[in-house]
Nanobody, 114 residues
Framework: VQFVESGGGLVQPGGSLRLSCATS????????MIWYRQAPGKEREWVAH????????TYADSVKGRFSISRDNAANTVTLQMNSLKPEDTAVYYC????????WGQGTRVTVSS
């Protein structure tokens, strides 16, 4: 099982980024997919998830209305569109399935700063 996150970077407050997660090694279309993030010195936290077939999204209150999760079951990828970014969104972002696999990707770093 592999997760490869990409798309992070440095952005000013109010800016946007689009994160992608390429997956392999499991039946992607059968799993709920989750984006997590881990800010410096903090625990990893759930950001958003999307169901397997209906593609219904659910968001943490902290990102609701600003982030949008989507998936492409043909390409085995999950995407996180992040708009109106705030400094508190600074973190390393990871994806995984639910239930989570033991292997994690390297994550992609998002820094929101002026």
């Amino acid at each position: 099982v592999q997760f490869v996150e990409s798309g992070g970077g440095l952005v000013q407050p109010g800016g946007s980024l689009r994160l992608s997660c390429a997956t392999s090694g499991f039946t992607f279309s059968s799993y709920v997919m989750i984006w997590y993030r881990q800010a410096p010195g903090k625990e990893r936290e759930w950001v958003a998830h999307i169901t397997s077939t209906s593609g219904r999204p659910t968001y943490a209150d902290s990102v609701k209305g600003r982030f949008s999760i989507s998936r492409d079951n043909a390409a085995n990828t999950v995407t996180l569109q992040m708009n109106s970014l705030k400094p508190e969104d600074t973190a390393v972002y990871y994806c995984n399935a639910f239930p989570p696999f033991g292997s994690w990707g390297q994550g992609t770093r998002v820094t929101v700063s002026s």
